[in-house]
């Protein structure tokens, strides 16, 4: 049997133009991406956590590395991107320091449900609790030091910069008890803010007692 060569037909020319056009577009588009990214002296993803670790802190870090964490979470550049809930930078501006020491100890009752990993049984998390105290305790002053900038995940402010259109649909969809109940975390900064500053210009001019709502 000879193979006898056929000649394209038209739609099979225009099939293969279009696939070896998007293979070309793809791999041109990867190398400007990488000469981009080699070029800018800007990170790719901007880092929008930080750490200043006292030393417990520090000690708690490295027995956060050697107590296997790691193979479920991440924390400061160390561990796994594939665990369920790995990323534990910026964590201490969610929880406090009392409630990751108890989560670690107690971490059902911390969380008041069944955890997947950490309680005690069969579950691969459950050495945890059974660390001793000193160790939890490091473990939970590193964690606590893990900070979340304005913007990133973690934080309670979101990011810089205003959406009318974010916050018409966040006031448009929340329900009528949260609005009884919350209040947009930046006002409240505001008022703060400007608590701070009205109490700040009463000591400068204490005569004046009419401004400050301060007794
Ligand atoms: C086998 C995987 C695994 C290991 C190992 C593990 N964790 Fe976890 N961790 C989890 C999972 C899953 C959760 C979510 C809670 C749950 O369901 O168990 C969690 C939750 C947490 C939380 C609470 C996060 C939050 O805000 O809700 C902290 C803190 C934590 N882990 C710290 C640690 C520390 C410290 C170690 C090491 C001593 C450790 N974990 C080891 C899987 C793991």
């Given amino acids: ?42 990170p790719v993803f901007e880092t929008k956590t930080h750490a200043e670790l006292s030393p417990e802190g520090q000690h708690g870090s490295e027995l956060f590395r050697t107590n296997g964490c ?13 665990g369920r809930t790995a990323d534990l930078d910026g964590i201490g501006s969610r929880r406090s320091l009392e409630w990751l020491y108890a989560f670690l100890r107690y971490p059902e009752q911390t969380y008041g449900a069944p955890t997947i990993d950490h309680h005690a049984g069969e579950h691969s998390a459950a050495y945890v609790a059974q660390l001793p105290e000193k160790d939890l305790h490091a473990i939970a002053v590193f964690l606590s030091e893990l900070k979340a900038d304005q913007g990133s995940a973690a934080a309670p402010v979101p990011p810089k910069g205003e959406s009318p259109f974010i916050d018409a649909m966040v006031k448009m969809m929340a329900p009528k008890e949260w609005k009884e109940k919350y209040k947009d975390i930046r006002d409240k900064m505001k008022e703060e803010q400007a608590a701070q500053a009205g109490s700040q210009t009463s000591t400068d001019a204490p005569a004046d007692a009419t401004q400050g709502e301060h007794p």
């Fill in 1 to 42: 049997m000879t193979k006898k060569s056929q000649p394209l037909k038209p739609g099979e020319k225009i099939l293969f133009t279009v696939a070896g056009a998007f293979v070309v577009f793809a791999l041109v588009a990867f190398i400007i991406m990488q000469f981009v990214i080699a070029k800018s002296d800007k």
């Fill in 70 to 82: 790691t193979t479920c979470h991440r924390a400061l550049r160390n561990g796994t991107n594939m």
